[in-house]
Each structure stands twice: as C-alpha cells, then as structure tokens.
C-alpha cells in the first residue's frame, strides 16, 4: 500500500505545486525555486506527499462509495454476503495475492481520478496567469488531456472494482453438487 499511495500524493502535490506557481504568478514564482531544490525539501516532499496521498486516497474513496455500492449490489445481495466472501477468500493464498494486486491498482485509479482534476485546473490557471504562446491553444489542449485523463482514470477503477467483485463472487461461490441427468428407466428383458 505504500506504493501507490506514495504515487497518489505526488501527482497531488505536483498539483499543489503549479497551483503554488500560478497563484504567486510570473513576478512572484521565481522566489518558490530557491526552497523546493534542497535535499531536506525533498525529504520533507516526499514525506508530506505519503500523508497527501493517504488524505487523498480516503477522500476519493469517499467521493466513489456511492458507484462502489452499486457496483457490490449487482454481485452481492448485502454487505454480509459480501464480508463472508472476503473472508472466504481470504483462506486461499494465491487469491490473496492477486485480490493485493487489484485493490493497488484500484487505488491508483481512484486517487489519480481525483489528481487529474487538480493538475488540470491548475494547469489552466497557469496558462491563464502566465504570458506564453498560443496561449488558448494550450489551454484547450491541457483542459481536453485532463478530462480525458480524469473519466479514463473513473473508468479504469469502476472496470477493476467490478471486475473485483465478479471474480470474488465466482471463486467464493459453493461448489456445484454435480448432477446427473434423468434418465428413463432401461426397458425390461424380455423372455421368449
């Protein structure tokens, strides 16, 4: 889970960070630079962007609960069902190991559905605060990619969480009794 909540706050705070830079504006972000290049900024960075990547991650989770909901309803009746599965599943180790794989997955996607609205935003902002070169050109560019990047990110993870519940629903299932199929009884012998 480190990983990719790690991956999920440094795209936030690289959001963060042109937002920053947009709002001090060209007179200003010039006094920025001098802070953000020391190693103890970078250590503090990277720390600060594990915690905004938690923080992140819950809140998207939160946003997406509702679709999650959903999504569970159409492969599990209750939240009961659904909880016996997980633990059913939790007894078979190679099932583990793949369900750890999705969920990392998951999580990158929700975070970065999130993240690539800020990035565009604040991209936005900054090519509007900024004096430079087809400036309307590059506005529409950042702000189509960002869309783009934010319903292919909510796409992703509704595709794996549904994908998720399938699977679970299908390898939690109780095996079929095997069924054999009736058949008319064998006619007599007859005797001569």
């Not at 705070?13 to 060209?26: K, V």
């Not at 959903?70 to 599943?89: E, G, H, I, M, P």
């Not at 900054?126 to 506005?139: G, P």
């Not at 990047?149 to 519940?165: E, L, R």
């Amino acid at each position: 889970m480190f990983v990719e909540v790690l991956v999920v706050g440094i795209g936030f705070l690289t959001g963060l960070g042109i937002l920053a830079t947009a709002i001090a504006g060209p007179d200003n972000s010039h006094r920025l630079a001098p802070v953000a290049g020391t190693p103890l900024a970078a250590g503090a960075a990277l720390a600060f962007a594990y915690a905004l990547g938690i923080l992140i991650d819950r809140a998207a989770d939160t946003v997406l609960a509702p679709a999650r909901r959903r999504l569970r309803t159409q492969f599990f009746s209750t939240s009961a069902a659904y909880a016996q599965a997980r633990l059913k599943l939790s007894e078979i180790p190679a099932l583990v190991a793949r369900a750890d794989y999705a969920r990392s997955r998951l999580r990158i996607c929700r975070g970065w559905a999130l993240n690539s609205i800020l990035l565009t935003l604040a991209t936005d902002l900054a090519l509007v605060r900024y004096s430079v070169e087809h400036r309307a050109l590059l506005l529409a560019t950042a702000t189509v990619l960002g869309a783009l990047a934010t319903i292919g990110f909510y796409a992703s993870w509704q595709t794996i969480t549904a994908i998720g519940y399938r699977k679970l629903a299908v390898q939690t299932a109780p095996a079929a009794t095997p069924t054999v199929p009736c058949q008319p009884p064998a006619p007599a012998p007859q005797t001569p």
